[in-house]
């Protein structure tokens, strides 16, 4: 959630950074990983990972020379380049020149809510010989190492899988059962048939039809209803069905994509809505998230602090109350960027992997390392860089500090006049003011800004004023050409 964020006030971690970023970033937790501070709510639209919010920038999850791309390469990406009108992120220090009179020149520092683990100041930290559980320390002040079984399971909303149905590959042993966890019923196993209509089915799917669960094969390219004695046992009373292989994985369809992840999917009826969800354990959790939070050739030591981070953050979600039953966490950057194992094609073509070797040895070193606080896990957010001052949270252990380590690079943005009088009806800009909150470069975040036009003023919060413009943190000044 990537950098990655949760439903408070918004993250954004390395790894994640698109067209979702300027919406994200408003959130908490997720390449380097943002994560968010967010209220407790059931929908993880708001909530979650800013890592996420990276994420979706970042594009291809294998480049062409066959790395690993996370939001974090996406970053350096754009801040290394030169937008047309100054658009896009310049990489150097210095205020930002305006290009043409009225227009505003914005000059930055960090990416996302800056609360908890910096990114960079983690590889800034690992670099400079810190453990993992230095770093970790450092940015959740007060909080203390503790265990947590890698063996757990999680239960993980798939989000982008919206049409109401569990639509699965087919392969050998695929089954299939039912259970009501709110009443601890739990149905027997049923295998599906290896052949229906005289053909063998390419795709199954469960949905609902007629206040009823369905099981549906393809064959011969269109559905089949398939319904045996064992089938409408299992079905029965179920509020989750359950589909598991043989071999541990199972591939999701959405769209033209399917997502192989390790361990089981579920469809699951939220009042009469089928959510779909992974359940696998927190080992194959974090070799996912990890991976598409930080840069996997970033620093052994550095890539540990954000496996300890996320394995605390989503055992924090996993402990908490908020959420439906029939979920622990979600897979985007509301919460923490979690995509599987890899992508393919639905007729078996590899497109992409999410599981590297260096973050897989990340997780196994901190094997069962969380950070707690009074005896729970710590509600460890974090974003992919802090500016250089860190962000007071909403707990304790989330203090506003000098961070020397983080040393991303300051980035320029020009808001056009014209963007500026068709988002607050000022006329011609004119002058700038702010408010800030006296913690790091320019005199701190920036709190409000009040921009006075030929024809009007208006005052806005440093957030909002971020957002519209597609800001990458509150920590900016500017000037009027």
Not at 149 to 158: E, K, P, T
Not at 269 to 283: E, H, I, K, P, Y
Not at 446 to 456: A, E, M, P, R, Y
Request: proline residues 3%; charged residues 15%.
């Amino acid at each position: 959630m990537s950098l990655a964020s949760r439903r408070r006030q918004g993250r954004a971690s390395v790894a994640v950074v698109a067209a979702s970023l300027v919406l994200s970033l408003g959130l908490a937790g997720g390449s380097p990983a943002v994560a968010a501070e967010r209220p407790p709510a059931a929908d993880p639209s708001g909530a979650g990972a800013e890592a996420a919010v990276l994420g979706g920038l970042r594009g291809p999850a294998v480049g062409p020379d066959g790395s690993a791309e996370t939001a974090v390469d996406a970053l350096a990406a754009d801040a290394t380049a030169a937008g047309a009108g100054g658009s896009a992120a310049a990489r150097g220090a210095g205020d930002a020149a305006p290009a043409a009179a009225g227009d505003l020149a914005v000059t930055g520092r960090g990416f996302g809510h800056g609360i908890g683990l910096s990114q960079y100041g983690a590889k800034g930290r690992a670099e400079a010989g810190k453990t993992a559980q230095q770093i970790v320390q450092a940015y959740y002040w007060g909080t203390s190492a503790g265990t947590a079984s890698d063996a757990r399971a999680i239960d993980v909303w798939l989000t982008a899988d919206t049409d109401g149905a569990l639509n699965v590959v087919r392969e050998a042993g695929l089954r299939l059962r039912g259970s009501n966890p709110a009443k601890g019923v739990t149905r027997s196993l049923v295998t599906l048939p290896a052949t229906v209509s005289g053909a063998t089915p390419d795709r199954w799917r469960v949905k609902r039809a007629s206040g009823a669960w369905r099981v549906q094969a393809r064959a011969k390219g269109a559905w089949v209803n398939v319904s045996t004695a064992a089938i409408r046992a299992t079905l029965s009373g179920a509020t989750r069905v359950t589909v598991t292989s043989a071999d541990g994985t199972v591939r999701n369809v959405v769209g033209s994509t399917a997502r192989q992840y390790r361990g089981k999917l579920s469809a699951n009826l939220d009042q009469r809505t089928v959510r779909v969800t992974a359940t696998t354990t927190f080992t194959h959790y974090l070799r996912s998230v990890v991976p598409s939070e930080m840069p996997t050739y970033w620093h052994a030591q550095a890539l540990g602090a954000q496996a300890i981070a996320a394995r605390t953050y989503a055992s924090y979600e996993r402990a908490s109350s908020y959420r439906p039953w029939w979920y622990d966490t979600c897979d985007s950057a509301s919460c923490q960027v979690f995509r599987g194992e890899a992508d393919y094609t639905t007729s078996g073509s590899l497109v992409a992997t999410y599981v590297w070797s260096a973050t897989n040895k990340a997780v196994a070193a901190t094997a069962g390392q969380v950070r707690t606080y009074g005896g729970k896990p710590a509600f460890t957010q974090f974003s992919a860089s802090n500016g250089g001052y860190t962000v007071k949270g909403s707990q304790p252990y989330l203090r506003a500090f000098a961070d020397p380590y983080d040393e991303f690079d300051v980035w320029k943005r020009t808001v056009t006049a014209s963007q500026v009088a068709a988002a607050y009806g000022i006329g011609t800009l004119r002058t700038v003011t702010f408010t800030r909150d006296g913690k790091g470069a320019y005199g701190g975040r920036v709190k409000t800004i009040t921009l006075t036009g030929s024809s009007g003023t208006r005052t806005v919060t440093g957030d909002s004023f971020r957002i519209t413009f597609g800001l990458l943190s509150t920590l900016f000044t500017a000037k009027v050409g």
